[in-house]
T-cell receptor, first 111, second 116 residues
Framework: GIQVEQSPPDLILQEGANSTLRCNFSDSVNNLQWFHQNPWGQLINLFYIPSGTKQNGRLSATTVATERYSLLYISSSQTTDSGVYFCAVGVTTDSWGKLQFGAGTQVVVTP | ETGVTQTPRHLVMGMTNKKSLKCEQHLGHNAMYWYKQSAKKPLELMFVYNFKEQTENNSVPSRFSPECPNSSHLFLHLHTLQPEDSALYLC???????????????FGEGSRLTVL
């Protein structure tokens, strides 16, 4: 099956810093999503971005499908950005919902 | 109301108990999913329902029994679980057409299960 690798596994940031999270995947995909899991366990949709670039406030994401990677940018980080960020990818030949999740990047933003 | 709601949020049960997790989506989606998240492991897909029909059973033990009475509701019936089944169980829904993955996945807040 498709392999998804996220880096770095852990990230400690001071409030106000910028950071880049990376997601590499091993095959062509037509579905890529970024999620933020808050400390209470809920997975919050950040971006649905199988290709191209999107921005939402302090967050932006870029997927270069031909090179099989996606980047999530956090600018001016805040303590509420703490949590685990997951990249999940899917391929057209798979049946519904078979997104493959990466292991996540644990982000801690300190005051 | 939030898009996908799960109850209960926390559940503690013994190995001989029978309990159920409930999920309801208010997004008008036609596909619903159960995922399992164990400590130090990536999310694992358990079951997929598309228009109330089960389309995926990812080799899940029979002590987990899903039920999807309609496109808005999904249950996970639990019986004779093992301590290693303790995990966060996440429900999700999506909208799509035909086969394949075409839409975003939206998750509920999860049900944290502890099996004693």
């Amino acid at each position: 099956g498709i392999q998804v690798e996220q880096s770095p596994p852990d990230l400690i940031l001071q409030e106000g810093a910028n950071s880049t999270l990376r997601c590499n995947f091993s095959d062509s995909v037509n579905n890529l999503q970024w999620f933020h899991q808050n400390p209470w366990g809920q997975l919050i949709n950040l971006f649905y971005i199988p290709s191209g670039t999107k921005q939402n406030g302090r967050l932006s994401a870029t997927t270069v499908a031909t090179e099989r990677y996606s980047l999530l940018y956090i600018s001016s980080s805040q303590t509420t950005d703490s949590g685990v960020y997951f990249c999940a990818v899917g391929v057209t030949t798979d049946s519904w919902g078979k997104l493959q999740f990466g292991a996540g990047t644990q982000v801690v933003v300190t005051p | 109301e939030t898009g996908v709601t799960q109850t209960p949020r926390h559940l503690v049960m013994g190995m001989t108990n029978k309990k159920s997790l409930k999920c309801e989506q208010h997004l008008g989606h036609n596909a619903m999913y159960w995922y399992k998240q164990s400590a130090k492991k990536p999310l694992e897909l358990m079951f997929v329902y598309n228009f109330k029909e089960q389309t995926e059973n990812n080799s899940v033990p029979s002590r987990f029994s899903p039920e999807c009475p309609n496109s808005s509701h999904l249950f996970l019936h639990l019986h004779t679980l093992q301590p290693e089944d303790s995990a966060l169980y996440l429900c999700a829904s999506s909208q799509g057409t035909g086969g394949g993955i075409t839409g975003e996945l939206f998750f509920g807040e999860g049900s944290r299960l502890t099996v004693l």
